[in-house]
């Protein structure tokens, strides 16, 4: 195991767990050391610091331990054993509610691992060179796990890992296959397209706000948009909902949105799905038309270079939401955004409030769920953020 040196002074966020080290950190970047291989890391004057995943680029190392722990089946075992612990004391691993987050990254101690269950499924993402070259040993873990019941482990990398490792992963079943693709949440059946669809297949992180949303859903009229595969909307009509608009840009979510609605709510005729873009469809609106309105876009800034155009990019969109919401109404808006903190999203929306003169409310601040867990020593891993307005 090849040994990587930090400069002075440079050991401080690991002696506070910190889990990532940037390659500004290190003395030298060794030429002898591949993508994803297991390192050891030590201080300046040689102390350990732990073992962790090499890759190129600016996170140099992700800390798996900051012991000498042995990186095996074991670490594995134990570690996804205790991911399974935390959502069991949830309450998430129910009849009613078979998709959850089993491993977020950082925030179970896992690194550059995602994995996501939708009944008997495992849907797994590695966000690093090195959980993708484990993914067989990670897979293996998870269809042995006592009181998993997972018999299949679909891997879907090809969009997370960096471009730059030349990994040229493939999609696919590593155990199982022909798997159900129908999955519970709450009670709400939702189809899951982890072939196709975006991240592992559906949204898991906004299941707490859902429920909320449907405890305010009752005899509105609700847009939802960048609705996807309609999580917000099945929610809604559930609530009681008088009538629930759908629009996405994309034409095979409206379609995925609209089966996951008649799976739930056979023949209901207070749903719509519109496949348009969403502020022209927003500019269309006639105002007050909508007492209730969801504002949850894909991230408007995946990196720090597209912050500023970000913030524009939310500032916008949540004028438009708050211009034509009616009044006594509701805007449920979010940013996935990781780049983006939590200040400056609360200052984009406070910007948009401001510009279209009305008196606005926060009567929520919302987050991510606890299946996907933030890391005390790694704040950046509180990537949602929310707030619900009340609008006069």
Not at 40 to 64: E, K
Not at 114 to 125: E, L, N
Not at 185 to 202: A, V
């Amino acid at each position: 195991m090849k040994t990587l040196k930090l400069k002075r002074g440079k050991e401080d966020s690991l002696l506070r767990f910190h889990p990532w080290v940037f390659s500004g950190a290190l003395v030298s970047m060794p030429d002898d050391v591949a993508e994803g291989e297991i390192v050891r890391v030590v201080s300046n004057d040689g102390a350990l610091m732990g073992l962790g995943h090499f890759q190129i680029g600016s996170i140099a190392v992700r800390m798996l331990t900051f012991g000498d722990e042995p990186v095996d089946d074991s670490f594995f075992r134990t570690r996804l054993a205790d991911a399974l612990r935390l959502r069991k004391a949830l309450g998430l691993a129910r009849p009613d509610n078979t998709a959850y987050r089993l491993v977020h990254g950082e925030g179970d101690f896992l690194p550059g691992l995602v994995v996501d269950i939708y009944g008997p499924t495992a849907v797994m993402q590695a966000h690093s060179p090195g959980m993708h070259l484990l993914r067989e040993t990670i897979a293996r873990q998870l269809v042995a796990l006592e009181g998993l019941d997972v018999t299949n482990v679909y891997y879907k990398s090809d969009t997370t890992l960096p471009f730059k490792a030349g990994l040229n992963p493939e999609n696919g079943y590593l155990i199982g296959g022909d798997a159900p693709t129908v999955a519970t949440e709450n009670g709400l059946k939702f189809n899951i397209d982890w072939l196709r669809g975006q991240k592992t297949g559906f949204f898991v992180d906004q299941r707490d706000n859902r429920t909320l949303l449907r405890s305010y859903s009752h005899g509105r009229k609700v847009l939802n948009m960048f609705c996807y595969t309609g999580g917000f909307s099945v929610y809604a009509l559930d609530g009681g909902a008088e009538l629930v608009h759908s629009v996405d840009s994309s034409a095979k979510a409206v379609t995925l949105t609209e089966a996951n609605v008649e799976m739930n709510f056979p023949g209901d005729t207070r749903h719509r799905a519109y496949a348009e873009d969403a502020f022209k469809f927003l500019a269309s609106v006639e105002d007050g038309a909508y007492d209730l309105i969801v504002l949850d876009p894909p991230a408007f800034a995946k990196h720090r270079s597209a912050l500023r155009n970000a913030l524009r990019g939310y500032q916008k969109l949540n004028a438009a939401g708050i211009a034509k919401v009616a009044p006594g109404g509701l805007v449920f808006t979010f940013s996935c955004s990781q780049a983006v903190s939590r200040e400056q999203f609360r200052l984009a929306v406070f910007s948009a409030a401001a510009q279209t003169g009305r008196r606005v409310r926060i009567l929520h601040q919302l987050t991510q769920p606890a299946d996907h867990p933030v890391n005390i020593y790694h704040p950046e891993g509180e990537y949602l953020k929310g707030l619900v307005l009340y609008v006069e």
